[in-house]
Nanobody, 124 residues
Framework: QVQLVESGGGLVQPGDSLRLSCLAS????????MGWFRQQDGKEREFVAA????????NYADSVKGRFTISRDNAENTLYLQMTNLNSEDTATYYC?????????????????WGRGTQVTVSS
């Protein structure tokens, strides 16, 4: 079955960097759009970034554009999210998700499998 397992979260200070990973299994990883979403306490889950099957097409939320970079290693079945210049508003649980479509989208309804999430806390 499809499994997505996130890792790399933790407690960091404002201005720090962090890289999240998502290991996928149970399907042909390189054939699917992948995305990162996040959810802050008491708020709805929001789109962070998406990437097509190749690393050439990506999309980002305005709030992370220029600070976060999504990438993938299809040979290793792994999705990444490099986060730089973190601030308190980036504190959230981060989820990776598999797209059910062949185009980049920020709509969570277009993702059919989700990981359990990894917590990122930015605090001084």
């Amino acid at each position: 079955q499809v499994q997505l397992v996130e890792s790399g979260g933790g407690l960091v200070q404002p201005g720090d960097s962090l890289r999240l990973s998502c290991l996928a299994s149970g399907y042909t990883f390189g054939s699917k759009v992948m995305g990162w979403f996040r959810q802050q306490d008491g708020k709805e889950r929001e789109f962070v970034a998406a990437i097509a099957w190749s690393n050439s097409h990506t999309n980002y939320a305005d709030s992370v554009k220029g600070r976060f970079t999504i990438s993938r290693d299809n040979a290793e079945n792994t999705l990444y999210l490099q986060m730089t210049n973190l601030n308190s508003e980036d504190t959230a649980t981060y989820y990776c998700a598999r797209g059910s479509i062949c185009y980049l989208t920020s709509r969570s309804a277009r993702y059919d499998h989700w990981g359990r999430g990894t917590q990122v806390t930015v605090s001084s």
